[in-house]
Nanobody, 122 residues
Framework: QVQLVESGGGLVQAGGSLRLSCAAS????????MGWYRQAPAKPRELVAA???????NYADSVKGRFTISRDNTKNTMYLQMNSLKPEDTAVYYC????????????????WGQGTQVTVSS
């Protein structure tokens, strides 16, 4: 089995910063893409940022210039540095990983973390 565990959420004032972490563990052969999604109350889940194993990244327009995604492939860990936070960034943030599971034949699966709450006060 594979687990994704997020940490680093919390309450912060507008203009502040937070750093989220997502650690993947279990029967992992390799991780392809990893990403952060968020879901605010009564809104659909949306992509915030994603990073491939090769280092390519993409961001939602709403967070460009404020958020930075990074990965430590040696630790199967992903980070999201969030600066200049705004009240509209308030949401539950989810980690997502597209990976190959250990075993034969190789199976590609997608996993979600349990989510971490980020609340930005005005």
């Amino acid at each position: 089995q594979v687990q994704l565990v997020e940490s680093g959420g919390g309450l912060v004032q507008a203009g502040g910063s937070l750093r989220l972490s997502c650690a993947a563990s279990g029967s992992i052969f390799s991780i392809n893409a990893m990403g952060w999604y968020r879901q605010a109350p009564a809104k659909p889940r949306e992509l915030v940022a994603a990073a491939t194993s090769g280092g390519s990244t993409n961001y939602a327009d709403s967070v460009k210039g404020r958020f930075t995604i990074s990965r430590d492939n040696t630790k199967n860990t992903m980070y999201l540095q969030m600066n200049s936070l705004k009240p509209e960034d308030t949401a539950v943030y989810y980690c997502n990983a597209d990976l190959d599971v250990l075993g034969f034949p190789r199976i590609r699966k997608n996993y979600w973390g349990q989510g971490t709450q980020v609340t930005v006060s005005s």
